[in-house]
């Protein structure tokens, strides 16, 4: 009988680590289910838009090239909440580009330099839109479950070519999660300074001295097709230079 009680308590221990195993394996997988829903939700809760005055860049001549920085160009503030229960982990940025294009420019000559400042998302000005710009950069942009927080995407043209008229442009924005889900910003009205001595912003408005005041007309007419893109954001100067263009609409 010894030898019988012996041989079951063998028995009993030698099932004892394969019964810590499963239980062990039931708790990893219920821990690895409630980890995939921890998802994060990103919600936008302000967009805005406006010069920054602090990228840096390159000026390039025929012979030569150089660092520059204290270049203005377009920059857009997102405001984002993250309501989901994990975090959200932006990887990837996008630009849709449905308008792409120089201002006339009524007395503006070119120059001899190419200035480009260094955009989050440069947009390619040999490209006819519409057309889609994807960072290649790497991207880590990190909202906690429950926190608010701000991104900022510089979004302007590649190359511009000293002299130039401004730049305007219509993105629309898309921020890839880790998870697989976008998030959709846009349409955007955005506009560079450009460095035409007679057409250019001062402030918060518009210096515009053609010689010929027709010559702003075309002008007035697209800035004003673009500002009743439905739902269209436009940054500050674009609107400035809207309220500008209106005495030759």
Request: contains cysteine; hydrophobic residues 40%; negative net charge.
């Amino acid at each position: 009988m010894f030898v019988a009680c012996a041989a079951l308590l063998v028995s009993v221990i030698a099932l004892i680590p394969a019964w810590s195993s499963a239980v062990s394996g039931e708790s990893q997988a219920k821990t690895g289910e409630k980890e995939a829903e921890r998802r994060g939700s990103l919600e936008v809760t302000a967009v805005s838009a406006r010069f920054n005055d602090r990228l840096k860049g390159v000026e390039r001549a025929a012979d030569s090239e150089k660092e520059v920085d204290g270049l203005i160009g377009p920059q857009v503030d997102i405001a984002v909440r993250n309501r989901g229960s994990g975090s959200a982990i932006i990887t990837k940025m996008i630009a849709s580009v449905s308008v792409s294009e120089n201002l006339t420019s009524c007395a503006g000559t070119g120059g001899e330099l190419d200035i480009a400042a260094r955009y989050d998302i440069p947009i390619p000005t040999s490209r006819k839109p519409p057309f889609t710009v994807t960072t290649t950069d790497d991207v880590f942009f990190d909202v906690k479950s429950g926190e608010n927080d701000r991104l900022s995407v510089a979004v302007g043209p590649e190359m511009r070519e000293a002299g130039m008229s401004p730049w305007v442009g219509v993105v629309t924005l898309q921020f890839h999660d880790a998870d697989g889900t976008d998030l959709s910003i846009g349409p955007l009205a955005l506009v560079s300074p450009g460095q035409d001595e007679h057409f250019h912003p001062v402030g918060m408005t518009w210096k515009i001295a053609p010689q010929y005041a027709s010559c702003m007309d075309d002008n007035a007419r697209r800035v004003q097709d673009i500002m009743e893109i439905p739902h269209i954001t436009p940054s500050k100067e674009f609107a400035a230079l809207h309220r500008a263009l209106r005495p030759f609409r």
